[in-house]
């Protein structure tokens, strides 16, 4: 995908530009996107997943580090090297993307209706999750469309505070003791962000809000909990090991 793909483009010329964001530094896990999974790099499996979508037509890979860069273009990808000022633990999405954005239209002579975050250190997405998400946006016309899944056992209801003295304090008043009479609630996981270029624009011209790529109409595809599994710790590499290979069992039963 290193140059707009006619093919890819059955959304009838709406062009979407993917971001692969892999910075090179990490405080809890280093150098995590280069780590090795069942012999392939972490970063490796977001490549393969990249490649399963049909309504991406363009990817770049956007990274401070040489081998990252490296790997993405072996892989066939186009690469940004990006600045050390967006390199930061503080840098924000948002901002690369803007980045990413305006070096690909400038580069391309090309104009993107869409831009979708792709994390590197997912290691396990579901096969139409990144394409049921930009199918949102088209048929919705919203803002954003992100990947959700339930919170199960991590249900605010359930969760309290520990203050003076060890003593417990309940987040919420009352008490409910079975789960399935808890209200169904998500969170994010980290699968796939899907931003229209109306709002990309509207976040260029508020650099203070690091969340204005989301907007204000935000949609959601819903994934089942473990779906997504994303990589920032030792075990959580484990986890993913266990994902994949359960996947590969999958198919092979499939097949």
Not at 87 to 110: G, K, P, W
Request: proline share 4%; glycine share 8%; hydrophobic share 40%.
């Amino acid at each position: 995908m290193s140059q707009l793909c006619p093919n890819n483009q059955d959304q009838r010329g709406f062009n979407v530009l993917g971001v692969v964001l892999a910075r090179g530094g990490s405080k809890g896990l280093p150098r995590k996107h280069l780590l090795p999974l069942l012999g392939r790099p972490l970063l490796a499996y977001t490549f393969t997943q990249v490649r399963q979508s049909r309504r991406m037509t363009h990817v770049v890979v956007s990274s401070d580090c040489p081998r990252i860069l490296q790997l993405g273009v072996q892989s066939g990808f186009d690469a940004i090297e990006r600045p050390a000022e967006l390199a930061t633990d503080s840098a924000s999405v948002q901002d690369v993307l803007l980045h990413a954005l305006d070096h690909e239209e400038t580069r391309l002579n090309a104009r993107f209706d869409a831009v979708v975050t792709l994390y590197g250190n997912v290691a396990v997405r579901p096969v139409d999750l990144i394409d049921n998400a930009i199918g949102v946006l088209m048929t919705t016309r919203c803002d954003s469309v992100r990947s959700f899944a339930p919170v199960g056992k991590f249900h605010p209801a359930w969760m309290s505070r520990i203050i003076a003295d060890q003593r417990v304090e309940a987040l919420h008043p009352g008490s409910i003791h079975r789960r399935q009479d808890l209200e169904t609630l998500f969170h994010h996981d980290g699968g796939v962000v899907v931003s229209s270029r109306q709002v990309m624009d509207v976040a260029r011209e508020n650099r203070g809000d690091p969340h204005a790529f989301f907007g204000t109409d935000r949609r959601a595809v819903i994934v089942q909990q473990g779906d997504v599994v994303e990589v920032d710790s030792r075990r959580d590499l484990m986890l993913a090991e266990a994902a994949v290979r359960e996947q590969f069992l999958g198919q092979a039963v499939a097949a």
